[in-house]
């Protein structure tokens, strides 16, 4: 749930990282609300053939259901995607981001989280 880009630079251009979370479970998971913890991260989900966002972060419009789900055994993709640019040249050194994923357990959600070192 954790994961280390190491040191990016803006002028690179965006990265992203997979994340595959197994559904272990005897039932059906529902992925209900996704958002980011900032705008310079969206997320994209994908599990049995279907898709959905991008998600981004809380009241910048891309935050809504995913209307998906997850059968025992199926393997939900999480692909968390990253601009270091996006903060402009104040947005240079670590940064820590998550993606959340709601479950319809609002007190437990799914978060994944990552870092990184932007440089110029």
């Known amino acids: ?3 280390d ?17 197994e559904n272990k479970s005897a039932g059906n998971v529902n992925i209900d609300e996704v958002f980011t913890s900032c705008m310079c ?3 994209e989900l994908s599990v049995g ?6 998600f981004g ?8 259901g995913a209307n998906l789900i997850v059968k025992p055994g199926e393997t939900l993709t999480v692909k968390a995607i990253f601009d270091p640019a996006a903060h ?9 981001r998550q993606v959340v ?3 319809g357990d609002s007190q437990n959600p799914t978060v994944l989280e ?5 440089t110029p």
């Open 1 to 3: 749930s954790k994961y």
């Open 5 to 21: 880009f190491g040191t990016v630079s803006m002028s690179k251009g965006r990265v992203s990282k997979e994340f595959a979370l």
């Open 41 to 43: 991260t969206e997320a």
């Open 49 to 54: 053939g279907k898709s959905a966002g991008p």
């Open 57 to 64: 972060m809380q009241g910048h419009g891309l935050t809504r």
């Open 88 to 96: 402009g040249p104040s947005g240079v050194g670590p940064i820590e």
């Open 101 to 103: 994923i709601n479950t």
């Open 114 to 118: 990552f870092n990184a070192v932007v």
